[in-house]
Structures are given as C-alpha cells and as structure tokens.
C-alpha cells in the first residue's frame, strides 16, 4: 500500500522554509503523493456540524474546530504551485477543492496549469462543502451546492477533453469558441477523486469519479459506504475495479492494526493528517507514518 501526505491546509507548515523542508522529507521517504485542503475564509464562530465526529466517538474535544477558526490556511493553488516547484516526484493534489466556491472557468485553467507545471502530477480531489457560514460569506447559496459542483465539474471536463467545447446550463452557458489552453498533460485530465461520506456523494462517485476519497471515517461507515458503492457502480456498468480508493486518517490514532484494515477496502494510499503539533512534531509524525506503512507492506 502507498502513503501520502496531507498539510491540512498548511497550519504546521505555513511558510517557505516549512513546505521546503515538508517537501524534502515527502520525496527522501517516497511518499506517494502530497494534498492540502481548502478555504477561502473561516468564520471565527462555526455552528455547522462537522461531517466526522462520529470518528472521534464520545472524545468530542479532539473535534478540531481550531484548525478553521484560529490557524492560517495557505491558498491551495499557491500552496501546490510552490510544491510543484520544490519536487520531482511526489503527485499534489486537492483534499478537497470545494467546487461551488469558484467559477469553473477559473479552476479549469489554475488546474490545467498545475498539471503542466508539475509535469502531469495533479490530483483534483472535489467536494460540494460543508461549513454553511463560508457559503454564507461567500453569497453562494448553501443549498446549491451539489447541483453546482455536478455542472461545474461537468463544464471543467468538456474544457479539458473537447477542442470547441459547449454547455447550456444552469449556471454555466458555454456558446462561443473560447482559447483555455494550456491543456492537462494527464490524459483525458487529472484524476478526479471524489470525497464524502453520503449516499449522494457515492452517487457522484459513480457518476464522475476517477476515485473516491476517504475522509475521517469509521471502519463500519466504510464497510457501508463501501459496498452500496459496488453496487451502484456494478448497476452503472462502471468497473468498480478501476476506481482508486485512498483513505485519509489521524495519525494520533492510527495502528498497524487499522492499516490492515483499510487493505480490505482496496485503499491504494493511505494519508497522514496531523491535527496537532508544530513542524518538528509534524516531521517526526511523517518518519513514522513512513516506517509503519513500508513494514505493513
């Protein structure tokens, strides 16, 4: 099984020498790939249910809403721009872009640039969101979300893949020649790896996903999820062998134990998400991740 990295939004590493150092260490332990997450603005206060307490159980004060309201939160095209500069192996990727926040138009191109840039080493991990007082800042509309994210992705791939693309829809009215080059180098595009943990996000999956990616979730939602996905991707015609499955997990609670666990669902990579600590702690926790996973083969 491979092992990657996640930045959660570069709280223990919001600076130049940080990611360099971060960076350095992800390619000297072969860590498959590197993601960062994204927002545009946290509200100080967040009434919004987090989508993953049922992981932490009863231990409600490892909820890390501090994370949103108190850390910096580096820009994730930036944030990977800089890696793509700083390494030569590992993938970078988005976890997850949340799609309604930006036009698509705009993404397309940021993540086209990427790719070429990285020379083909992008992931585009999408979510519809979930924190309704970004939105609200924002001026989105909270209930729009999933039907956005559909269409956006929807005209993101037409501009990837068709020379003279079109699109009529709701938001979105392509009916002009447009010049979106840079294309990907990935062909027909970047992966596109889709997260959540409800049914309407397996139905995504089914519909557009390269891969589906794992948030913080208990082993017995996985169970669920994960064969109501077979059977919505066997019932598609999709192969459901060919979709990726990576899995993210707090490396203050992972064993050799759950790593186990997580090969029965097929989960190709494994990523570390430090919820705590500074750089040295967050270095540290990456020599461990690394040594465990290479001995859990």
Not at 163 to 186: A, C, H, S, T, Y
Request: aromatic fraction near 10%; charge should be negative; include cysteine.
């Amino acid at each position: 099984m491979k092992y990657g990295l996640h930045l959660a939004g570069g709280a223990q590493v919001c600076g130049r020498k940080e990611l360099l150092e971060v960076a350095s260490v992800a390619e000297e332990w072969a860590f498959d790939s590197i993601l960062t997450g994204d927002h545009i603005v946290n509200a100080k206060k967040i009434d919004s249910p987090w989508p993953y307490t049922e992981y932490y159980g009863n231990d409600v004060k490892q909820v890390p809403f501090s994370i949103y309201t108190e850390a910096a939160w580096l820009d994730i095209f930036d944030t990977l721009a800089f890696l793509a500069a700083a390494t030569d192996k590992v993938r970078l990727g988005t976890s997850v872009l949340i799609v309604p926040y930006r036009h698509p138009y705009d993404v397309a191109r940021r993540i086209a640039t990427l790719d070429v840039l990285s020379g083909g080493r992008m992931i585009l991990g999408v979510g519809v969101g979930w924190m309704e007082e970004e939105f609200q800042l924002l001026g989105i509309p909270f209930n729009e979300r999933a039907q956005r994210t559909r269409e956006y992705i929807a005209v993101m791939k037409a501009l990837w893949t068709d020379e003279n693309p079109r699109f009529d829809g709701r938001f979105i009215k392509l009916d002009r020649d447009v010049n979106m080059l840079p294309m990907p180098l990935q062909k027909p595009h970047p992966p596109i790896w889709v997260g959540g943990e409800s049914m309407p996000a397996m139905r995504r999956v089914v519909e557009f996903g390269d891969g589906w990616h794992i948030a913080l979730l208990t082993l017995e939602q996985i169970t669920s999820l994960y064969e109501r996905l077979r059977v919505a991707m066997d019932k598609a015609g999709r192969d459901f062998n060919q979709l990726e499955v990576t899995a993210m997990v707090d490396m203050s609670r992972l064993s050799p134990a759950m790593v186990e666990s997580y090969r029965k669902f097929n989960v190709s990579t494994m990523y570390m998400l430090p919820l705590g600590g500074n750089l040295r702690e967050f270095v540290d926790a990456m020599r461990r991740f690394a040594k465990m996973m290479r001995e859990a083969g």
